[in-house]
């Protein structure tokens, strides 16, 4: 199976601050990777499919990159209604899919 | 619109069974691969199964044997029975549904809670 680990478990940001969040697989999933948003008490919201395209509707602060093993979320500008836990997931060996264990954004 | 509603959830004890339903509506059900993800407390996302457009299913090693995921499209529903529950099986359960074309689930349900506990 693949395993998917993030970094950090969590940070500490302020509003405005530039945050990069990694994702990184244990074999090469080559760029089906997602990234989902999720706050509290509610379902995960789908930010970015295919490692780097934006999902209709989310902000353009919100970036991903990477292909193979290694992936990046960024948020170019932190604002209040990003605080949240980030979760990555390898859309690679369909239809068995794994995420990644979260990634806590709170306010510093 | 696109809507996943998730039932069935409550208290049981560990050894028995449960089975959850995820009522779909505002999309082609029959045409569209489904999936239960679950959340246990303060903890990540968990892959329970899936069920593809022909009704073949898939499962982690963990509930594998245990559960058993079904899909009835005249009734454009869901299902998740689970059997030999244990305490690691407490956790919210969602339905998703799974964009076959660019990989990624577009819809969740709201989830239903699932407490295994004596």
């Known amino acids: 199976d693949i395993q998917m680990t993030q970094s950090p478990s969590s940070l500490s940001a302020s509003v405005g601050d530039r945050v990069t969040i990694t994702c990184r697989a244990s074999?090469?999933?080559?760029?089906?990777l997602n990234w989902y948003q999720q706050k509290p008490g509610k379902a995960p919201k789908l930010l970015i499919y295919?490692?780097?395209s934006l999902q209709s509707g989310v902000p353009s602060r919100f970036s991903g990159s990477g292909s193979g093993t290694d992936f990046t979320l960024t948020i170019s500008s932190l604002q209040p209604e990003d605080f949240a836990t980030y979760y990555c997931q390898q859309s690679y060996s369909t239809p068995i899919f794994t995420f990644g264990p979260g990634t806590k954004v709170d306010i510093k | 619109e696109v809507q996943l509603v998730e039932s069935g959830g409550g208290l049981v004890q560990p050894g028995g069974s449960l089975r959850l339903s995820c009522a779909a509506s505002g999309f082609t059900f029959s045409s569209y691969d489904m999936h239960w993800v679950r959340q246990a407390t303060g903890k990540g996302l968990e892959w329970v199964s899936a069920?593809?457009?022909?009704?073949?299913?898939y499962y982690p090693g963990s509930v594998k044997g245990r559960f058993t995921i079904s899909r009835e499209n005249a009734k454009n529903s869901l299902y998740l029975q689970m059997n030999s529950l244990r305490a690691g099986d407490t956790a919210v359960y969602y339905c998703?549904?799974?964009?076959?074309?660019?990989?990624?689930?577009?819809?969740w349900g709201q989830g239903t809670l699932v407490t295994v506990s004596s």
């Open positions: 998703a549904r799974w964009n076959s074309f660019d990989y990624y689930f577009d819809y």
């Open positions: 295919a490692a780097s």
């Open positions: 069920i593809g457009t022909a009704g073949d299913p």
């Open positions: 074999q090469s999933i080559s760029s089906y």
